[in-house]
């Protein structure tokens, strides 16, 4: 039952949803109580049927048309699922035009309801599963045409979802078009963002030619091969060349690692970058270290620590 009851307020709140947008869009009134009733004319109705009352109880649409103008008069409540104490006059929420649902008593038979207001009006839409009938039904399908019946009780509610649709194709059509477009627009921004991104990233690790660095009040461009080593002294980034001529740059040491190829460069330490060209041989140095020797001299010891050993070796072999 609580499965009917989701259908009953799903299908009351989508038409209470559509009138309210027809109104928005200009529709008369009478236009509108004019379509829902041709609508709920040609709907079964033995099951689930939907009506349209005011919030006098007055009833402005039914599948019945004898029963339109008619006023409730009689005092029928409806009865809470999760407490079956509780329970509502069913007049009474007209009037307060409550959205609720639950089970309905009514001259000796029982019925799932639910009430969805619309908006801006005295209009509230109406679902009804008979349930008495449902359940008889149910219990002679067990012994005879079960799934024929199942699939008969679903076919009438998509019979008249598919007819309340029919009226109010125009909207969803519209709505249909402005989401597309929407999705158009995000899909592009993130196709151009992704383009944007990826070219920023390769021009980022693209490795860079030459270095701009300092001599004095000069400025002195310095090619990446014909670099020996760079290395880090009192703050202070230094680049020597393979002739010896030492330069500043106005870097630090990590930038320039980033920037520089690394089948070409080694990182020794934290103060100091060497290049395989400027390598004339390595010397075992204490127990588990090596030493390389340069051509022009560094500055610096250039000691390859025991952990980067076997890194400093591999990338020698390359």
């Not at 209009?123 to 199942?150: A, C, G, M, V, Y």
Request: proline fraction near 3%; charged fraction near 25%; charge should be negative.
């Amino acid at each position: 039952m609580e499965q009917q009851l989701k259908a009953a307020h799903y299908q009351s709140k989508l038409v209470a949803t559509m009138i309210f947008e027809e109104l928005g869009d200009g529709v008369s009134e009478d236009q509108i109580v004019n379509n829902i009733q041709q609508a709920l004319e040609k709907s079964p109705s033995d099951l689930v049927f939907l009506c349209m009352f005011n919030k006098y109880g007055k009833v402005i649409c039914h599948p019945d048309r004898k029963k339109i103008g008619m006023v409730i008069k009689n005092q029928d409540y409806i009865h809470s699922f999760s407490d079956i104490d509780l329970q509502v006059d069913f007049k009474s929420a007209l009037e307060k035009s409550m959205d609720y649902g639950g089970i309905r008593k009514i001259k000796g038979s029982s019925e799932i309801i639910y009430l969805s207001p619309v908006e801006n009006t005295d209009w509230i839409i109406t679902s009804h599963s008979n349930l008495t009938t449902l359940e008889d039904t149910l219990s002679d399908i067990k012994t005879k045409l079960q799934l024929f019946f199942i699939l008969m009780w679903v076919c009438s509610v998509v019979l008249i979802l598919f007819l309340v649709n029919v009226l109010y194709q125009k909207y969803f059509h519209k709505v249909s078009q402005e989401n597309l477009e929407i999705q158009h627009r995000i899909i592009d921004k993130q196709a151009v963002q992704e383009y944007d991104s990826t070219a920023e990233e390769e021009e980022t690790n693209r490795p860079i030619k030459r270095f701009l660095a300092e001599k004095g009040l000069k400025l002195v461009p310095v090619e990446v091969e014909n670099i020996a080593f760079v290395y880090l002294e009192n703050k202070v980034t230094y680049v020597v060349d393979l002739n010896g001529y030492k330069l500043t740059l106005n870097l630090n040491l990590e930038e320039v690692y980033q920037t520089l190829p690394k089948e070409q460069f080694f990182r020794v330490s934290r103060q100091i970058i060497l290049s395989l060209k400027a390598i004339q041989n390595v010397e075992k140095y204490g127990a588990t270290q090596l030493r390389a020797v340069t051509h022009p001299p560094s500055e610096i010891p250039l000691v390859i620590s025991k952990a980067k050993v076997s890194e400093f070796k591999l990338w020698m072999g390359k």
